[in-house]
């Protein structure tokens, strides 16, 4: 068996497409999606990330702007910062790019980002509304992996999830949006961490595993069924000295041996990716529409 590559490059094509249409309707309507994202000092990862973001904005439509701050900036300084783009008309949502400097308290920062205008779902207002089944600006890479397995044809409804990695941003907002009873969810979730003594005997009942570790190629072909569906979460960089910088990206997945059992499975990168940054988009035109009118 060799497993059918879900294509994230290009189902976040699809998505943007999609957003396309409705941000000309917006406009139509007088109303222009705004999207500012705020980068605290220059590391190279989160500029290379921001820039990609302010590229896909501006590619459906979305007026975007980046405020950029000195890594030396206090928390309270951030804070006023913040509160400024709240109260901003201009902006339908906002972004703080993670990871902050040591100093700021990402906690802290992610529950001063107006619900409203939270469009990477991270307030603990919208994370609690998601596990309660009410509206919300949903957390972009759960959803992200959520549409993957719909527009892919794998509907997790009814079906054993295996997630694991139980991060606030990806393992539990996942496990709740999947376990809801609405379109998208109605799966039975388990979730897996590092206090859990064998990983490989819950993964290898699962019908749909998703990889969320920070450990590069941490499932291996003996801990997935065959048949089951993969979703690779993780970005991990290995060395490669084949590769003019020295490194090169693999997931948390082992994908050259996983593949070869299992039905359905995502690169890295080009898989999670990809999607990630299309659910901001779909969050920042939600919230310029209003916001979410039912569960999504």
Known sequence: MTAAIIDGNAIAQQV?????????????????????????????????????????????????????????????????IVDGLNHDPRWHGIIVQVPLPHHIDETTVAAAVKPEKDVDGLNPLNLGRLFRGEPSLLSCTPRGVQELLLRSGHDPAGRDVVICGRSNLVGKPLAGLLMRKAPGGNATVTVCHTATPDIGAHTRRADIVVAAMGRPRAITADMVRAGAVVIDVGVNRVPDASRKSGWRLVGDVDFGAVSKKAAAITQVPGGVGPMTRAMLLANTVIAARGGPTIAT
């Open 16 to 80: 943007r497409e999609e957003l396309r249409a409705e941000i000309e309707r917006l406009r139509a309507s007088d109303i222009e999606p705004g999207l500012a994202v705020v980068l605290v000092g220059e590391d190279p990862a989160s500029v290379s990330y921001v820039r990609g973001k302010t590229r896909d904005a501006a590619e459906v439509g979305i007026r975007s702007e980046t405020v950029r701050l000195p890594a030396a900036i206090t928390q309270d300084e951030l804070l006023r």
